[in-house]
């Protein structure tokens, strides 16, 4: 069992940037791939960023290619998605997911666990 939990969302001007993290519980944090994907009102949940389970794999949808940078930490339990030259269309609210023995897969039904969400709004 993994617990996931978010933090790093906030309020920021179109451009800017925001570092979002996600901490998990467990000791076999490593085994795990993750990812983020993210939510706007009356959309689906959409794929954004995902890494292996030993960092070495990256997976970018291609919306946010060359902005947003996916990282782990297995040392901390943590993985970071440092979002750069933020867009109106990065609003919505992002998750966090794992999926055991994984890799960085963009599908959300290959994702066993998930946060609960941290907002993410981008004024224009």
């Known amino acids: 069992q993994v617990q996931l939990v978010e933090s790093g969302g906030g309020l920021v001007q179109t451009g800017g940037s925001l570092r979002l993290s996600c901490t998990a519980s467990g000791r076999t944090f490593g085994s795990y791939a993750m990812a983020w994907f993210r939510q706007a009102p009356g959309n689906e949940r959409d794929f954004v960023a995902a890494i292996s389970w030993s960092g070495s794999v990256t997976n970018y949808a291609d919306s946010v290619k060359g902005r947003f940078t996916i990282s782990r930490d297995n040392a901390k339990n943590t993985v970071d998605l440092q979002m750069n030259i933020l867009k109106p269309e990065d609003t919505a609210v992002y998750y966090c997911?794992?999926?055991?023995?994984?890799?960085?897969?963009?599908?959300?039904?290959?994702?066993?666990?998930w946060g609960q969400g941290t907002q993410v709004t981008v004024s224009s």
């Open positions: 997911a794992a999926a055991a023995y994984g890799s960085a897969w963009s599908s959300p039904r290959q994702y066993n666990y």
